[in-house]
């Protein structure tokens, strides 16, 4: 099976219906053992829920500023009522993801090398755009944490967070198993979060009397807004053009 046509017939022996006769055994088997716990479901929530407890310091916070002139940012927005921490963890958040971006972009540069492309798909000039955007946009969140007296290099919760919720994404595209359409699926995911979260940034800037940042932002969601567009294209013209493809005649099993 060729890694181009991820969809062709193979020696796939995951399902249970490869060996009837194995299966029905195991079946058996296991409806007559004992269970190792009782996996009485409110049994599993109060253990949850002793652990959610005890974790008091949950995912961290802020870092304080780092210079003066950041404290007295920091002071006049408490004094107007708003709490700047969450804009800061907001910024963390996303600059945080705007850096992997750049990884991501760099892993998909790296299947187009190998695999090529497909009639609609990705171009190595288009998805070179895509990673000097993403490493824009880092540095534009740089200097908005910084004008606001907040260090950029500090993990901040929502950052966390995010880098965790995420973790598959890079996997996947680093994976030396996936192909570029495969890559292609992964930066969906990757760039339908990216565009709701500058959004909710946006929002957010705007409300706490940010305008000129969020104008900004604007111009950063109206990039991520396109490279959403074009990796959805890319992505159907490539599930398109496999399924369009004549199937590997050595990769069908034969028949009894």
Same mark, same amino acid.
């Given at each position: ?7 062709? $017939?193979? /020696?796939?022996?995951? *399902? ?11 079946? !058996?088997?296991?409806?007559? /053992? ?12 109060? +253990? ?10 949950? =995912? *961290?916070? $802020? ?6 002139? &950041? ?14 921490? $969450? ?13 992997? &971006? ?11 090398? $190998?695999?090529?492309?497909?009639? &609609? ?5 288009? =998805? ?19 004008? =606001? #007296?907040?260090?950029?290099? !500090? ?8 880098? +965790?919720?995420?973790?598959? +994404? ?16 992964? =930066?969906?995911? /990757? ?17 706490? #009397? ?9 111009? !950063? ?11 959805? &294209?890319?992505?159907?013209?490539? +599930? ?10 050595? !990769? ?5």
């Amino acid at each position: 099976m060729s890694k181009e046509n991820i969809a062709d $017939v193979g /020696a796939n022996r995951t *399902g249970i219906k490869t060996s009837p006769i194995d299966s029905k055994d195991i079946i !058996a088997q296991a409806q007559k /053992a004992e269970p190792s716990s009782p996996g009485d479901a409110q049994a599993i929530a109060e +253990v949850r829920k002793q652990y959610t407890r005890e974790a008091a310091d949950g =995912l *961290g916070s $802020v870092p304080p500023p780092a210079s003066l002139k &950041g404290m007295a940012k920091t002071a006049v927005d408490m004094l107007k009522g708003g709490k700047p921490t $969450v804009l800061i963890d907001k910024l963390g958040e996303r600059l945080a993801f705007e850096r992997s &971006g750049v990884r991501l972009y760099e892993g998909a540069l790296s299947k187009l090398e $190998v695999f090529g492309s497909w009639e &609609g798909g990705p171009s190595r000039e288009l =998805l070179t755009k895509i990673l000097e955007d993403e490493l824009g946009h880092f540095a534009l969140l740089t200097e908005a944490m910084e004008k =606001l #007296g907040a260090d950029p290099t !500090a993990m901040t919760p929502s950052a966390d967070l995010t880098s +965790v919720i995420s973790m598959g +994404v890079p996997a996947a595209i680093s994976d030396a198993r996936t192909n570029l359409r495969q890559a292609m699926q992964a =930066l969906l995911v /990757a760039e339908l979060t990216d565009n709701a979260s500058w959004e909710l940034l946006i929002d957010l800037a705007r409300g706490l #009397g940010h305008d000129s940042l969020a104008d900004r932002f604007q111009l !950063a969601l109206d990039a991520e807004a396109e490279h959403l567009a074009l990796v959805k &294209g890319w992505l159907a013209a490539g +599930v398109a053009t496999e399924a369009r493809a004549p199937m590997d005649a050595a !990769a069908v099993p034969a028949q009894p």
